[in-house]
């Protein structure tokens, strides 16, 4: 990946924001655990296809809330600020991984 404009946000996450975030994070974790005891219990390969495809889209779910985010504080102010391009582009280019 290429270098990135900041280490950190520019407005920090709230704490419920962290919470939402890592309780869905958590619940993806659990989920991926219950697919490896699937895959340990023999159980019907289109059922475990099932359960990938629901953590892919909880993962996309989280992976959007965090874009959303960095849109409305961080490119928002970097807009404002006068240096929208950089952070678009960098946006731009992280959603092309993302959507991969």
Known sequence: MGEFLHDHPI???TKDEKEKVINRLKRIEGQVRGIQKMVE?????????VQISAINAALKKV???????????????????????????ELLEVMKQFSK
Do not use: M, N
Request: charged share 35%.
């Open 41 to 49: 219990e023999d159980r019907y390969c289109p059922d475990i296809l």
């Open 63 to 89: 992976g959007f809330t965090v874009a959303e985010r960095h849109a409305k504080h961080c490119v928002s102010h970097a807009v404002k600020s006068g240096d929208g391009d950089e952070v678009i582009d």
């Open 11 to 13: 407005t920090p996450r």
